[in-house]
């Protein structure tokens, strides 16, 4: 499905995709499990397919939208394959970051208001059903955008 909306250009998201692609194929292995199998198991067979689904999107999430993954491909394409830790920091990053905002701003969740970026009403009630998602799962402040310290990115790392 993916392929075929790349090939359609089609404006949906991917994760979209994925997740019709998903749900279509659940109910057609259903419905073929069901007309080939005489006692047809139904929770075994949807652990099976839970299971090859979420190895799916696991592998998929970390491809897409990966910042260390796309940090090494740029690493991988450079001939002497290196690049100064302050260059990805101070050039690489922003501009994936950069890419995150262009999304959000697309999907209608935040604009651009001069040099700033503003939540949407509808950026912030995605942000609140995050946010309870996050505390119903004890996911804490990961740390990992904290933006808030005074510490320069490049001190941080150097400091690991």
């Given at each position: 499905?993916?392929?075929?909306?790349?090939?359609?250009?089609?404006?949906?998201?991917?994760?979209?995709?994925?997740?019709?692609?998903?749900?279509?194929?659940?109910?057609?292995?259903?419905?073929?499990?069901?007309?080939?199998?005489?006692?047809?198991?139904?929770?075994?067979?949807?652990?099976?397919?839970?299971?090859?689904?979420?190895?799916?999107?696991?592998?998929?999430?970390a491809v897409y939208k990966s910042v260390?993954?796309?940090?090494?491909?740029?690493?991988?394409?450079?001939?002497?394959?290196e690049v100064l830790l302050s260059d990805i920091v101070e050039h690489q990053?922003?501009?994936?970051?950069?890419?995150?905002?262009?999304?959000?701003?697309?999907?209608?969740?935040?604009?651009?208001?001069?040099?700033?970026?503003?939540?949407?009403?509808?950026?912030?009630?995605?942000?609140?059903?995050?946010?309870?998602?996050?505390?119903?799962?004890?996911?804490?402040?990961?740390?990992?955008?904290?933006?808030?310290?005074?510490?320069?990115?490049?001190?941080?790392?150097?400091?690991?």
């Amino acid at each position: 499905m993916q392929f075929i909306a790349r090939l359609a250009a089609l404006p949906i998201p991917p994760v979209i995709v994925l997740a019709i692609a998903a749900i279509i194929s659940h109910l057609a292995s259903v419905a073929l499990g069901v007309m080939t199998v005489q006692q047809f198991r139904y929770w075994d067979a949807a652990s099976i397919f839970s299971f090859g689904a979420m190895s799916y999107i696991f592998a998929f999430g970390a491809v897409y939208k990966s910042v260390s993954l796309e940090i090494l491909l740029d690493l991988a394409k450079r001939p002497n394959r290196e690049v100064l830790l302050s260059d990805i920091v101070e050039h690489q990053v922003p501009n994936l970051f950069r890419g995150r905002t262009d999304i959000l701003v697309e999907a209608g969740f935040a604009e651009c208001v001069g040099s700033s970026f503003v939540a949407t009403a509808a950026g912030r009630k995605l942000a609140a059903r995050i946010a309870r998602l996050r505390r119903a799962f004890a996911i804490g402040d990961t740390g990992l955008y904290d933006f808030s310290d005074s510490t320069s990115p490049l001190k941080k790392t150097q400091d690991l």
